[in-house]
T-cell receptor, first 114, second 110 residues
Framework: DVKVTQSSRYLVKRTGEKVFLECVQD?????MFWYRQDPGLGLRLIYF?????MKEKGDIPEGYSVSREKKERFSLILESASTNQTSMYLC???WGQGEIDGYTFGSGTRLTVV | GENVEQHPSTLSVQEGDSAVIKCTYS??????FPWYKQELGKRPQLIID?????GEKKDQRIAVTLNKTAKHFSLHITETQPEDSAVYFC?????????FGKGTRLSVIA
């Protein structure tokens, strides 16, 4: 069974902290994505990566950065957490552009910034 | 990325009735249209997809239709069951990563 694993299911962090959200996939997918899910706003793309050490900004990259040192791992970094970054974060991966069988999502990390 | 409009935002149906969710997109280069189902507390999962060279696709009680001229596509669920209750997201793919609609919360009332 293919898997995308997010290291934490729930996180509580303080304002100003640097936060790392980790995502690992075991499907040898080239492409990995970070989305943010908020009620009424759907899934919004933060960053994505089509290859190791490559990254591209999505629709809402402000306040975030990413790291992809290995093919299977894609990390989302909140440089200085703020309360408006309280949200559900979903990692996903895909073959090619995703046109073969869509994206496979992780179970999500619910981050609360206090 | 290009937006996709999804309607309705909430939908309640009686068990056994049909449910229809509609999405509209603007990017004429879009060529792949997957639908995701997200049950409460779980990850979004692909339930059906359609490509631009096909007008309709069925999988048991679920079907998706695509009208490329009008730039809209729809999800149809027949004979709804309580386990169909979830949030459904449409999405589309062109030259950028998947763009998602804002979701439809479907409640199937027994």
């Amino acid at each position: 069974d293919v898997k995308v694993t997010q290291s934490s299911r729930y996180l509580v962090k303080r304002t100003g902290e640097k936060v790392f959200l980790e995502c690992v996939q075991d499907m040898d997918h080239e492409n990995m994505f970070w989305y943010r899910q908020d009620p009424g706003l759907g899934l919004r793309l933060i960053y994505f990566s089509y290859d190791v050490k490559m990254k591209e900004k999505g629709d809402i990259p402000e306040g975030y950065s990413v790291s992809r040192e290995k093919k299977e791992r894609f990390s989302l970094i909140l440089e200085s957490a703020s309360t408006n970054q309280t949200s559900m974060y979903l990692c996903a991966s895909s073959w090619g552009q995703g046109e073969i069988d869509g994206y496979t999502f992780g179970s999500g990390t619910r981050l609360t910034v206090v | 990325g290009e937006n996709v409009e999804q309607h309705p935002s909430t939908l309640s149906v009686q068990e056994g009735d049909s449910a229809v969710i509609k999405c509209t997109y603007s990017d004429s280069a879009s060529n792949y249209f997957p639908w995701y189902k997200q049950e409460l507390g779980k990850r979004p999962q692909l339930i059906i997809d359609i490509r631009s060279n096909v007008g309709e696709k069925k999988d048991q009680r679920i079907a998706v239709t695509l009208n490329k001229t009008a730039k809209h596509f729809s999800l149809h669920i027949t004979e709804t069951q309580p386990e169909d209750s979830a949030v459904y997201f449409c999405s589309h793919l062109a030259d950028t990563p998947l763009v998602f609609g804002k979701g439809t919360r479907l409640s199937v009332i027994a």
